[in-house]
Structure formats: C-alpha cells, structure tokens
C-alpha cells in the first residue's frame, strides 16, 4: 500500500515537498513515479526514478523545478517542488512500477497506485 502525504495549498513560487510512502512492500525494490492528475485533464507523468536510480524522467515543465529523491531509511520516496506554478495543481499520485517503459523522455508506469494528495498552487 502507497500513501501520499504533503499536498496542500501553496502559493506561486513557493516549494512543498510531497512523500510517498510504503507499507508491505520497499520502495527500493520498484521504480517509482510521481504523477499528477489536473480537473478534467489526463493523469501524466511528472517525474520517475528507475530502480536502483539509474534513470530519471522528469516532464519538461518541472525540470529544474522538481527533484525525486529516495529515502531508503525511511521507506520513502518524496518529490521536491520548488517555485510552484498554478499549472502545477493537480492530484499527485505515487506509483510502484510492476509495468515499465521509462527512459529520460518518456514514463508510463502502471502498478501499486496511492491515494492521492492534492497540491493547489493559488495566491
């Protein structure tokens, strides 16, 4: 079981930092995903970390924004997120990868999915 925590509202240029953690399974065992899902738009991919993080894939719009991050001591994988911008709303979810197509310009992941948490980046 995945659960997301961290969301919340934020203002633009402001940073939050979301986690997502485990129970039953290590997160360093899997590749993981963070992905986003805006109203009435598609879940996408905002940033992915192949197992043994060999690979990372991060969307074009957060690159230098956004860093995935895993911390094994404590089972957890978070997603820093620095200088937020409304485009940035959305319901994130965290993924454990049973299925993978990862590479530096593409993630599709499919697996043990959270809850979700919502982040709003809003004055």
């Known amino acids: 079981q995945l659960v997301e925590s961290g969301g919340g509202l934020v203002q633009p240029g402001g940073s939050l930092t979301l986690s997502c953690s485990a129970s039953?399974?290590?997160?360093?065992?899997?590749?993981i995903g963070w992905f986003r899902q805006a109203p009435g738009k598609e879940r996408e991919a905002v940033s992915c970390?192949?197992?043994?993080?060999?690979?990372?894939y991060y969307k074009d719009s957060v690159k230098g924004r956004f860093t995935i991050s895993r911390d094994n001591a404590k089972n957890v994988v978070d997603l820093q997120m620095n200088n937020v911008l409304p485009e940035d709303t959305g319901v994130y979810y965290c993924?454990?990868?049973?299925?993978?197509?990862?590479?530096?310009?593409?993630?599709?992941?499919?697996?043990?999915w959270g809850q979700g948490t919502q982040v709003t980046v809003s004055q």
């Open positions: 993924v454990a990868a049973s299925s993978t197509i990862l590479a530096t310009n593409i993630c599709k992941l499919d697996g043990v």
């Open positions: 039953g399974i290590t997160l360093d065992d899997f590749t």
């Open positions: 970390v192949y197992q043994g993080d060999t690979i990372f």
